[in-house]
Every structure is written in structure tokens, then in C-alpha cells.
């Protein structure tokens, strides 16, 4: 964290472009402006090794303008990094800082391990004074910056894997038009390789990544074997209970997540109640938007890289168990698991596309949907289990 004193230096310096000046956050292209400059200072074109910095509360010539610093404010800026605009997600570190004896929001981002970031689909780079979208060159030089061994599992190549192991046009009519900005795609400068290296789904030496398999893979379980959904449904109360169904959900992720949202509709059941005044009231035993993020939680934080258990779905008759391989991850712990700012992304590049997709609405908030969720169906409070290499969440049915 920088100090004061290197704070000072910085804002006053208009020559450095590690720094970028706001008088307040008021204006309407200002979150915009933000958002582009975390982008920028995430990507390091300039290949500093340094963290960026966002002053806000200074004006253009480096002089404090004596905006208040609110927790509001400190807040809105630290969200920048969890609601999705931003991709994949950057190290940012935000706080009150003093400058000329004033009070002033700063937000310092480091340089991040896997270029290219995007905000709202675009990459965003400085060189020098200027700020702008990174050209096809760029974005290569970008790529090739990233550093393999602090990389993300699911941005690892997979060796003895190519383009043919991709199913390509899910690739192009899917993801790319849901991950890169629309007037970047219409420029139509970059080849595939290109695209597929700057989504993380390419490594620099061609390998496809094991996001890139999870997603697009022709036969993704060839290659990952655990990375499939199994879901069994009992008549009873314990896996001793007959099967009434069961199913191994495999194909890409995406597939997976879309037959586990059908699978999840069939088998809920749902009450007609007669309510006020003669009125029906219709409520399903478990609410589908809590049983969804469960399971998108469970393939999107999974551990793929060192097991290969499936993440399990077991129905019984009064609960719903969700079992995923792998356990808490990062700064993620049992006291802060569920909570804003509590979470961590063992795989970023899947977490990527999941919110780009729709799949995810806004980062860490997928536990919290699913309380309410139950909480507002009339369903017992959800429970969670951890373990050092897995972690199980339990609904349970409607009273």
C-alpha cells in the first residue's frame, strides 16, 4: 500500500501514467472512467510492475478538491471489482487516503497476472498519457505478459490438446459475442487464435486452457474427467433409499448447467394453497432460484484440478444435497463464506464467462440469493458444511 507521502508525489507528478485524477464521482461518465482506468493499470502495458492508482477527490492539476470521503463513496469504489463489468476480476485495494492535509478516496490496482482484462468487453490500456482501446498488437503483447506459474488452474494449457478438441463455432456464436464488445468484434481484425488467446482459452504457445475445454470442448471429460454433474434422486432419507432416477450430466459446463436447470424444474413439486379470500397460492417444496446458484456455485468455485469426484446433487425426501469437490478457496473461510467481500475465484476464467453469460448476476452474491430465496419460500435456513477439500450445502424441503 502506498503511503502519503508517495501519494503526494504521485498526484502532484503530471507526467506519470500510474496515476489518474477525478474531482468526484458526480459527473455522468464518471464510474466509466473508473472502470477503464482499473482496466488500464490492470493490464500494465507499460510493464511497470507497480500498482495503479485512482485518486478521487483530486482535480486535473493534482490539487485536492476537499470532496468529502464518505463510507459510501469507499464502498462504491471497492464494488467496481465484484459487479462483473470488469473481467477477469482485478486486485484492487480501496481506503481513505490524506493528501496536502485533505481527505481523498484512493484506489490502488495491481498489475494483474493474466492479461488481457476487459471492462464492459473492451480492453483498456495506457501508454504514456493516453488511455485508450488496445490495438490487435497489443492485445497480443498482452497476452504473451501473462505469468504461467501464477496463473489460475483453468488458465493452464492442457498438454496433447488443439483447436480440433474445441468445438469452435460455440466459441464464436456463444461466448465471444457474450465476452467482447460489440463495436470491438465489428472492427473483425483478430483471427480465431487471437480471440481464443486473449479470453484465456489459448495459452501463447497454442495449447487450448482448461477453461476452454470446460466450455467449449468437444469432449471435455476426456481431458477432466471429474468435470461432470452427477444427480441421483432417492425415495427415502439416506443413500440407502431406493433410486427413483439418476442421471451423469457430462458435455461442457454450459451444457451441464442448462439439463441441471431442466432436471431441477422436473422435480420440483409444487403445493396449491388456499389462501385470503378463496385465492390459490401456489408454492414449489424448494424454491429453483436457491437450488440454480447452488449448483452454479458448486461447478463454478469446483476443484478441477487435483480431484475427480463429480459434483454430486442428491435428492431425498425431505433435503436437497449439494456436494462440490473442493474446498473453500483463497480468503474465502467459514466465517466469511456468503458474504459481500468474502469470496475468491479459484477459477476466474470460468467465473468470467459465467457472468458474462447470465448465469451469474453479480459476483458473491449467489449464496445471498439463495437464502432469501428460501428464506421467502418458507424453507428451512440453508446449511453449509466444510471440509479441507469439499464443502456440502443442504436445503431443506418446505415445512
Request: net charge negative; glycine share 8%.
Amino acid at each position: 500500500m502506498l503511503s502519503d507521502n508517495e501519494l503526494a508525489a504521485l498526484a502532484a507528478d503530471m507526467e506519470s501514467d500510474r496515476v489518474e485524477r477525478k474531482a468526484s464521482l458526480a459527473a455522468g461518465d464518471a464510474r466509466d472512467r473508473l472502470g477503464q482506468a482499473i482496466c488500464a493499470f490492470a493490464n500494465d502495458m507499460a510493464n511497470h510492475r507497480l500498482p495503479g492508482v485512482f485518486l478521487v477527490g483530486v482535480d486535473d492539476k493534482g490539487r485536492p478538491t476537499g470532496l468529502q470521503v464518505t463510507d459510501r463513496l469507499l464502498l462504491e469504489l471497492s464494488g467496481m471489482r465484484s459487479e462483473g463489468n470488469i473481467l477477469p476480476v482485478p486486485a484492487l485495494s480501496v481506503r481513505k487516503g490524506r493528501f496536502e492535509g485533505v481527505d481523498i478516496a484512493v484506489a490502488e490496482v495491481e498489475p494483474a497476472l493474466d492479461p488481457p482484462v476487459r471492462y464492459k468487453g473492451v480492453v483498456w490500456i495506457r501508454v504514456g498519457p493516453r488511455r485508450g482501446v488496445a490495438t490487435r498488437d497489443e492485445e497480443r503483447l498482452l497476452t504473451e505478459k501473462r505469468r504461467h506459474g501464477a496463473l489460475a488452474f483453468d488458465q493452464h494449457g492442457v498438454p496433447g490438446a488443439g483447436l480440433a478438441d474445441l468445438e469452435l463455432d460455440v466459441f464464436r456464436r456463444q461466448i465471444l459475442p457474450a465476452t467482447v464488445a460489440s463495436e470491438v468484434l465489428a472492427a473483425n481484425e483478430r483471427t480465431t487464435e487471437e480471440q481464443l488467446s486473449a479470453g484465456h482459452f489459448l495459452t501463447p504457445d497454442g495449447l487450448p486452457t482448461v477453461s476452454a475445454l470446460l466450455l467449449c470442448g468437444v469432449d471435455p471429460q476426456y481431458w477432466i474427467p471429474g468435470a461432470y454433474v452427477q444427480f441421483v434422486r432417492f425415495d427415502g432419507l439416506d443413500v440407502t433409499a431406493p433410486m427413483k432416477n439418476d442421471h451423469a450430466l457430462k458435455g461442457s459446463v454450459l451444457d451441464q448447467l442448462r439439463r441441471m436447470d431442466e432436471l431441477l424444474r422436473v422435480n420440483i413439486q409444487t403445493a396449491v394453497e388456499v389462501g385470503d379470500h378463496a385465492t390459490e397460492v401456489r408454492r414449489p417444496d424448494y424454491p429453483l432460484v436457491a437450488l440454480q446458484q447452488l449448483v452454479r456455485n458448486a461447478l463454478l468455485h469446483r476443484n478441477y484440478e487435483s480431484s475427480n469426484a463429480p459434483v454430486q446433487v442428491y435428492w431425498f425426501s425431505d433435503r436437497v444435497e449439494i456436494h462440490n469437490p473442493g474446498g473453500l478457496f483463497g480468503r474465502a473461510t467459514p466465517e466469511t463464506f456468503g458474504k459481500v467481500g468474502g469470496n475468491d475465484y479459484r477459477n476466474p476464467t470460468l467465473a468470467s464467462v459465467f457472468k458474462s453469460l447470465g448465469f451469474v448476476q453479480t459476483f458473491g452474491m449467489g449464496i445471498p440469493m439463495a437464502r432469501k430465496a428460501c428464506a421467502d419460500n418458507g424453507n428451512p435456513e440453508l446449511q453449509f458444511e466444510f471440509q479441507q477439500s469439499t464443502f456440502m450445502a443442504v436445503v431443506r424441503r418446505r415445512p
